[in-house]
């Protein structure tokens, strides 16, 4: 379905595994994405610090890192494993709530915030992997479209119960009740209230454990992508019919891919219900998961460092539209739409690549006679 | 009795779905491409029909003609504009740009009729419901011909895609678009057609669906388009037959969870139906069984 | 490679070009001698009614301010947070940028637990108009609420439906996917049932406001319901009386203040709402001077019947100026010093009455003590009850 343009010859097995990605291009890519993470880290502290940022970005710094890493977590189902997924906002909420949960029962044992932080987010991965893997054995089997519906009714599915779970804590421990309100005693905290959602959340999540999530998920996913693992999943994607023939395990591949991805997308989603003081089921609707798809879309699907760019400016976007005023969501939506057009037409596409070209071609001219009077 | 009640509003829940499902699954069968902005049409042709009885005065079934053309045009032009431009560079573009189209429709919607939401006038306003069995089982005005006219459309539908020229083009253009080509059929012709039938149906079934529940606000065709999404796959997307059965099972399956098993999650209950139907049958009930070529 | 630099380096071309454009526009207009009042709201999305009503009714509330020659002038700066959590916080942390003040918002619950955690943080005072889960104040000593709390509600029409109507075979439909609609409905239920007394169906939908609800009419019809309980906003509202209506099914229903603007509804058919009952501070068909004075200015400035939410964000900017100008604190003053001063005056012996009360008063908690009105629509009209 994508990226078709890399099947060259016919699929003979040593090529299929030799690889799609080579190993130059592969380092290149992660040297980019590892600096841009880094560099944006340094500059927006930097700046941060210096003043120049108003209050505005700085309270996006958190939700861009958790976007970035949801982007590069769904790139590796979408751009890598070639599946579409519209359901990623539904392993986000499993792990956002249960990692508000697990973060509460930590308050009373562990004082360090920080280690509560990051306990409750590896629990979310957890408990959002094991979602992944539930929904993943039974659907992996089905094919392109049909695959992105069930990720959907999925997704939708995470919401509505998430609307009818409670959650509390007295002294008799963790209450858990479905579809009715706990009868708690006075001295006992609420959690989860149904639609209501989690309230009181302590806000634990900070801009460097943002970037740590973002650093953490694209180490995870670079390095299943240049294993032998992520060529067999690349080589399945590529062409299903010849990576089985040569005796790769379709399904346990694809699975593997999923369970990460969803386990990454917890792990983001338990950051990001700590970054706020309440969190509301209706955060994880299909919009979320669909504006996660357009993040890796509009950065070139399978590009990771450009799912990454993409998610930090569409994050931003609407933020610096707000000039607009009444006209703001619908200038979103029509830079949506020319962007789309402008980076997939294949006209424009080639009159550009063209013109660039020809710049290009000029400097390393250049260069090359600069060089030579030199030597 | 409570059960033909249901049965009854679940059918024309159901009609409605699957007339907005057909407009999914034509468009999917010959673009390949999932056109999320077709809830929001149906949100348009709504908008058009209310306004052409409120303010413009003109009666129920003008109007309705009005919103069809409206609609028909909008189709076609969102089709040249934003779709046609990024034909062939892969679903998840187009994917993508009709997700813009459909943010675009609706913050349109906003900033044309406003935030405060209408009430739609029915199309049948005045007629008595049908009652039978001394007065309980009713069927509204709105159920009946709900469900009419989406036989009538289902039959129609057929009749042209088998018998007309126009028909058989689009069908050789959704089973291969380059031999349709060489065969001399104008390839842009035949899916500008069925964009504008999809998006006239669109307009059709707001209608029908704001005359039973009659709140109109810019979000209004959103959860439906998704709703008939989900039946046009239940039906095995592509297939005309699939998108209608598809939408009277999950018109149906929703009305009943809500009766009999729980409101608070007849949602999930309808998506669950979904996923175990898709684990059952892989391409949807009417689906086509895709055999890869090596 | 070059493809894939091709495209991203188109991409972000684009969006920073937007940007670039986005930031050019405006920057707001200052005299130096106004104070500057945020408010927050959606304007975009599903509930953008009840922000657009907000604001309008916010910045009507300024403009007379500013006409009548004040010591100080309000200026308000409206930013939409689409009713969503994170957008809202975003928004509080723009109008924090531009120098806000005091804050007037948000106009929902779910944003207004995030925006009250970031404000008691900051210390900015909020007064918000409509936000009225209990977790919008709770903890925060500098977050009051103009509005009822949704429990408050629910106990309220709980009491009222035992003295008047004990008889009464009560059911409810309730939106379980809004904050809003189940806060209510959970205190009600607690408290009605604590009465000794019996709901006798209890449906809910989600969010969806044209949705099918035969189902749940016809469990209501079935139990023999006679009262039916509809803690949700009128939209849904509307839609449940329409349908109930074509199944020959007429019960008396109650409302809550979400509720107001039924009649205002462009195209409802009034006569399905004879009878309703809805507790409700404020009503646009009321006939106390003020109120009038008020709906002609709106109808006049934005061509629209107010709604509550309007009533209520035009009452928070009276009574954050008649509070400030208490205070003793000077608009020059920045947001912690106003905080500190405003929070005094509110917990003190500072009242305000307007549009939605009488001798409106604060505790410490942040919550407001006024007294319900229930009111019945008959022939078109609210009547006091």
Known sequence: MVRKKKIKAPATPKRLLKGAVKGSEYKREAFIAYAILILGYGFLQLGAGLGIIGHNLQGQFVPICVYVSLAISLNLVVGISGELSLGHAGFMAVGAFSGVVMARILETYISVSSVQLLLSMIFGALVAALAGLLIGIPILGLRGDYLAIVTLAFGEIVRNIMNVLYFGIDETGLRFAFNHTIPLADNSQRIITGAIGATGIRQKASFTAGIFLALFTLFIVLNIKNSKHGRAIMAIRDNRIAGESIGLDVKKFKLTAFVVSAGLAGMAGALFAQNYSTLAPIKFSFNTSVLILVFVVLGGIGNIWGGIIAAALLTILPEALRQFADYRMLTYAIVLILVMIATYNPTIKSTLQMRIHKVTSRIKKRRKETGKEVA | MNMINSLISGLSLGSVYSIIALGYTMVYGISKMLNFAHGDIIMVGSYISFCLTTYVGMPGWAALIGAVAVCTVLGIVIERLAYRPLRGTGSLSVLITAIGVSYFLQNMALLVWGANPRVFKSLFKGLEPIRLAEGQIIITAESFFTIIVCVVIMVGLTLFVHKSKAGKAMRAVSEDNGAAQLMGINVNQSISLTFAIGSGLAAVAGVLMCSAYPVLMPTTGAMPGIKAFTAAVLGGIGSIPGAMVGGLILGTIEIFSRAYISTELSDAIVFACLVIVLLVKPTGLFGKKISEKV | ?385
């Open chain 3, 1 to 385: 490679m070059r493809k894939k630099w091709m495209k991203v380096a188109l991409a972000s071309a684009s969006c920073v070009m937007a940007m670039a454009l986005a930031g050019c526009g405006g920057g707001t207009t200052s005299d130096g001698n106004s104070l500057k009042v945020g408010v927050i709201g959606p304007l975009t999305g599903p509930a953008a009614i009840y922000g657009e009503a907000v604001k309008n009714g916010a910045q009507l509330a300024a403009d007379e301010i500013n006409a009548s020659e004040p010591k100080f002038n309000v200026e308000i700066m409206a930013q939409d947070d689409e009713h969503d959590a994170e957008k809202s916080v975003n928004a509080y942390n723009k109008l924090r940028d531009e120098g806000m003040q005091v804050l007037v918002g948000t106009t929902t619950t779910a944003p207004g637990t995030a925006v009250g955690a970031e404000a008691y943080k900051d210390r900015v005072f909020a007064l918000t108009p409509s936000a009225s889960g209990p977790a919008v104040i709770e903890g925060n000593d500098n977050v009051f609420q103009l509005c009822f709390s949704d429990p408050n509600q629910g106990v309220a029409v709980a009491d009222y439906m035992a003295k008047n109507y004990p008889d009464a075979k009560v059911g409810v439909i309730y939106n379980n996917a809004d904050n809003y609609s189940s806060g209510i409905y959970d205190k009600f239920k607690s408290t009605w049932e604590g009465k000794g007394k019996q709901i006798y169906a209890t449906e809910a939908f989600s969010d969806d406001a044209n949705a099918d609800f035969t189902a749940q009419l016809n469990s209501m019809k079935n139990a023999g319901v006679d009262m039916v309980f509809l803690p949700i906003y009128y939209t849904p509202a509307s839609n449940i009386m329409t349908q109930a209506n074509k199944m020959d099914y007429k019960p008396t229903y109650f409302g809550v203040d979400g509720m107001d603007g039924i009649l205002a509804l462009e195209g409802f058919d009034t006569d399905l709402a004879e009878g309703v009952l809805l507790l409700t501070p404020f009503t646009a068909y009321s006939e106390d001077e003020t109120s009038q004075k008020f709906v002609k200015a709106y109808e006049k400035a934005y061509g629209d019947t107010p709604i509550q939410f309007a009533a209520d964000a035009y009452d928070c900017v009276y009574a954050v100026y008649n509070a400030f100008d208490k205070s003793g604190a000077s608009v020059e003053d920045d947001a912690a010093t106003i905080c500190e001063a405003m929070i005094k005056t509110f917990t003190g012996d500072f009242t305000y009455s307007g549009l939605t009360g009488q001798n409106m008063k604060w505790n410490k908690a942040g919550e407001v003590d006024k007294t319900p009105k229930v009111c019945v629509i008959q022939d078109g009209k609210y009547i006091e009850k």
